[in-house]
Nanobody, 126 residues
Framework: QVQLLESGGGLVQTGGSLRLSCAAS????????MGWFRQAPGKEREFVAG????????AYADSVKGRFTISRDNAENTMYLQVNSLKPEDTSVYYC???????????????????WGQGTQVTVSS
């Protein structure tokens, strides 16, 4: 059974940092893009960041550029999202996801990702 399990969320003050993790089990995602999305109450799930298998390619939403850093440890089958300089508008449930097909092009489209975790809550207080 393929499973993606997020961890590392929590409650932080404005300007704080967290490190989110996404551990994959049941299979490896060799050759697949993986990404982070987030969803705030009453809003659509939106792309946050993505990374290719080689780690050579990364992509970020404009709203998080310069503050968030995505990485992955292929040997450990784990992906990370370092989130710094947090703002109240970053408050969301953060989901990790793996792409539907092998490739290196990072897509921001939710439907291009086939595997999803259950999410981890990040709350930023003002």
């Amino acid at each position: 059974q393929v499973q993606l399990l997020e961890s590392g969320g929590g409650l932080v003050q404005t300007g704080g940092s967290l490190r989110l993790s996404c551990a994959a089990s049941g299979r490896t995602f060799k050759g697949y893009v993986m990404g982070w999305f987030r969803q705030a109450p009453g809003k659509e799930r939106e792309f946050v960041a993505g990374i290719s298998w080689s780690r050579f390619n990364t992509a970020y939403a404009d709203s998080v550029k310069g503050r968030f850093t995505i990485s992955r440890d292929n040997a450990e089958n784990t992906m990370y999202l370092q989130v710094n300089s947090l703002k109240p508008e970053d408050t969301s449930v953060y989901y990790c996801a793996a792409a539907r097909t092998v490739g290196w092009v990072i897509t921001t489209i939710r439907d291009d990702y086939a595997y999803w975790g259950q999410g981890t809550q990040v709350t930023v207080s003002s």
